[in-house]
């Protein structure tokens, strides 16, 4: 058994991961990397010239790991405690968010590096899309399987190539991100399809999102933008989201429980991005498409940084996208506070005020932005919703979702005359 988990970028020593007192993941950058010519911080809560507390480590991470149910399952699984996500990083830490692997430090890299992948048959791919939960628990860690995503849903990192689907092996990169129909919210691969392809429409940068049907049902399937093609290879891309960045762990994303607010976030982008002005505007974007296109789980788990290869962040492509108010069960109640609101039926002026003083932006900036993106929006709704029929077909939340869109911008717009 390996008490030490070895952190790679690349073929890079990075630093190490033990275990602390109560179970917290310990890390250190290797002495390597910092006399490396191309080292870099891998976390804005880690910087590369300070001692480094246990739970900074930990909370940078855990945020590689599963949440919720899929956590539960894949803990289960594997019979792994719960609270013991040293092991379970060890079990499938190999193919994480973002360009850092981990592996046993008994296990040599040469060992792990070479690409690998475990083809999924047609039949697999049909029993999947019909929505049984606990796909990610079933597959990964596994054998050679080590595959780790952050988030609740049921999803699975796999690798594309023309119409082939398969598992990666060992440490080997993952192309795209298939996420799995719920049995309890009905659409929500069609969902957050529709949704992406809406804020593409608006001219939102997104991650490129599609419908995987098979003969019982359908799937998402999400091109990696963690990922780059380098002649024919396929190379990681570092990023962290925004809890990892700012040391906050995954149970406590969303702002009432004590995780990332939308004027954290313009300070992160403010502080750190290559282009501060040209992120912090689209930040902007994302937050008022939130509040139009009925996302209220827009937590700070789904913003990222993406780094360059030099090392250089800016903010990653948008993800994760969905219309949660088409599922009356769930909260309206907003992920982060837009100006102090958590009802999107209840912003005023005074609110979006609030989130101009956020954001270091004129209140009459916010305000034009809103109203341009309220109209841009009106006029998207039936090109995306003829775009995505011809794709992709006819589906129920090509009604439902446009009419939630529209009553949400009529309510705003009623605030802004």
């Given at each position: 058994?390996?008490?030490?988990?070895?952190?790679h970028y690349q073929q890079h020593l990075?630093?190490?991961?033990?275990?602390?007192?109560?179970?917290?993941?310990?890390?250190?950058?290797?002495?390597?990397?910092?006399?490396?010519?191309?080292?870099?911080?891998?976390?804005?809560?880690?910087?590369?010239?300070?001692?480094?507390?246990?739970?900074?480590?930990?909370?940078?991470?855990?945020?590689?790991?599963?949440?919720?149910?899929?956590?539960?399952?894949?803990?289960?699984?594997?019979?792994?405690?719960?609270?013991?996500?040293?092991?379970?990083?060890?079990?499938?830490?190999?193919?994480?968010?973002?360009?850092?692997?981990?592996?046993?430090?008994?296990?040599?890299?040469?060992?792990?590096?070479?690409?690998?992948?475990?083809?999924?048959?047609?039949?697999?791919?049909?029993?999947?899309?019909?929505?049984?939960?606990?796909?990610?628990?079933?597959?990964?860690?596994?054998?050679?399987?080590?595959?780790?995503?952050?988030?609740?849903?049921?999803?699975?990192?796999?690798?594309?190539?023309?119409?082939?689907?398969?598992?990666?092996?060992?440490?080997?990169?993952?192309?795209?991100?298939?996420?799995?129909?719920?049995?309890?919210?009905?659409?929500?691969?069609?969902?957050?399809?529709?949704?992406?392809?809406?804020?593409?429409?608006?001219?939102?940068?997104?991650?490129?999102?599609?419908?995987?049907?098979?003969?019982?049902?359908?799937?998402?399937?999400?091109?990696?933008?963690?990922?780059?093609?380098?002649?024919?290879?396929?190379?990681?891309?570092?990023?962290?989201?925004?809890?990892?960045?700012?040391?906050?762990?995954?149970?406590?994303?969303?702002?009432?429980?004590?995780?990332?607010?939308?004027?954290?976030?313009?300070?992160?982008?403010?502080?750190?991005?290559?282009?501060?002005?040209?992120?912090?505007?689209?930040?902007?974007?994302?937050?008022?498409?939130?509040?139009?296109?009925?996302?209220?789980?827009?937590?700070?788990?789904?913003?990222?940084?993406?780094?360059?290869?030099?090392?250089?962040?800016?903010?990653?492509?948008?993800?994760?996208?969905?219309?949660?108010?088409?599922?009356?069960?769930?909260?309206?109640?907003?992920?982060?506070?837009?100006?102090?609101?958590?009802?999107?039926?209840?912003?005023?002026?005074?609110?979006?005020?609030?989130?101009?003083?956020?954001?270091?932006?004129?209140?009459?900036?916010?305000?034009?932005?809103?109203?341009?993106?309220?109209?841009?929006?009106?006029?998207?709704?039936?090109?995306?919703?003829?775009?995505?029929?011809?794709?992709?077909?006819?589906?129920?939340?090509l009604t439902r979702?446009?009419?939630?869109?529209?009553?949400?911008?009529?309510?705003?717009?009623?605030?802004?005359?």
């Amino acid at each position: 058994m390996s008490d030490v988990l070895n952190v790679h970028y690349q073929q890079h020593l990075v630093g190490q991961i033990t275990l602390a007192e109560a179970a917290a993941l310990k890390f250190e950058y290797s002495a390597s990397w910092q006399k490396w010519d191309g080292r870099f911080p891998i976390s804005l809560s880690l910087p590369l010239d300070a001692a480094l507390k246990d739970s900074v480590g930990h909370h940078f991470f855990g945020n590689l790991l599963p949440e919720g149910n899929v956590h539960e399952q894949i803990c289960r699984a594997l019979k792994v405690s719960a609270n013991n996500d040293f092991e379970l990083l060890k079990a499938i830490g190999g193919d994480c968010a973002g360009a850092l692997t981990t592996t046993p430090s008994n296990v040599c890299p040469s060992d792990v590096w070479s690409p690998r992948y475990e083809r999924i048959s047609e039949q697999q791919l049909e029993e999947w899309s019909i929505g049984t939960p606990g796909v990610f628990s079933e597959v990964t860690g596994r054998g050679e399987i080590r595959l780790s995503l952050a988030g609740a849903q049921d999803k699975l990192p796999v690798h594309v190539e023309g119409d082939e689907i398969s598992i990666p092996l060992g440490n080997t990169p993952s192309t795209h991100i298939l996420k799995f129909a719920s049995p309890h919210y009905a659409h929500l691969p069609e969902n957050e399809t529709f949704v992406t392809m809406l804020a593409h429409e608006v001219g939102l940068p997104v991650t490129d999102v599609s419908i995987r049907k098979t003969a019982r049902g359908a799937m998402t399937l999400i091109t990696r933008y963690d990922r780059h093609d380098v002649s024919g290879r396929c190379i990681r891309l570092h990023q962290e989201d925004f809890c990892q960045a700012l040391a906050i762990h995954a149970s406590r994303k969303y702002e009432k429980e004590g995780g990332p607010s939308l004027k954290q976030c313009a300070q992160i982008v403010r502080r750190h991005a290559s282009y501060p002005l040209a992120d912090l505007q689209r930040l902007l974007q994302w937050t008022l498409f939130n509040l139009l296109a009925g996302n209220a789980d827009a937590h700070g788990k789904n913003l990222s940084l993406l780094y360059d290869l030099k090392g250089s962040p800016s903010l990653a492509p948008f993800y994760d996208l969905v219309c949660t108010h088409n599922y009356k069960k769930l909260s309206r109640e907003m992920a982060m506070r837009l100006g102090g609101a958590t009802d999107p039926y209840l912003v005023t002026m005074k609110h979006f005020a609030q989130l101009a003083t956020d954001f270091g932006f004129r209140a009459n900036i916010v305000v034009d932005q809103l109203s341009e993106l309220a109209d841009r929006l009106k006029e998207s709704l039936p090109v995306a919703s003829d775009k995505y029929r011809q794709r992709f077909g006819d589906s129920p939340i090509l009604t439902r979702i446009p009419t939630i869109v529209r009553k949400l911008i009529r309510r705003v717009q009623s605030q802004l005359k």
